[in-house]
């Protein structure tokens, strides 16, 4: 028998088991989502005892920084979706982790090609 050394044991049952469980808990989280938002949003102090606070919201769009005025309550409304996207990226980061994880883990690899067959082949296409 020859060893291919590409060759990875497949996880166990109780190993995909395990990982399908936390993968189905972080699609629950992507269920029932509140508004999303990327970006920050600034409160500027008053600049005198009679001003109010200001309230920006910041954001890239197509790599320009792009500002918007806020009133307070869009400010709260801003900063919860905002957290809400943070973590929604968060659990697609670690979806995308699980999910390569567990194909490059689970299924067999393709063989590497050999020294001398992909030395023939590039003296060919010379």
Do not use: C
């Not at 697609?92 to 883990?105: K, P």
């Amino acid at each position: 028998m020859q060893h291919n050394k590409e060759y990875i044991a497949p996880f166990s049952p109780e190993k995909i088991q395990e990982v399908s469980r936390r993968y189905k808990s972080l699609q629950k989280e992507l269920t029932d989502l509140p508004w999303i938002l990327q970006g920050s949003v600034v409160e500027t102090p008053p600049k005198s005892p009679t001003a109010r606070a200001t309230y920006i919201w910041t954001r890239k769009v197509r790599a320009k920084t792009i500002t918007v005025s806020l009133s307070p309550e869009q400010a709260i409304a801003f900063r919860s979706a905002i957290e809400a996207n943070r973590r929604v990226e968060t659990a697609l980061i670690e979806m995308r982790a699980t999910s390569q994880d567990v194909l490059m883990n689970s299924l067999p690899r393709a063989r590497k090609r050999s020294a001398s067959r992909t030395k023939t082949q590039r003296e060919v296409s010379s």
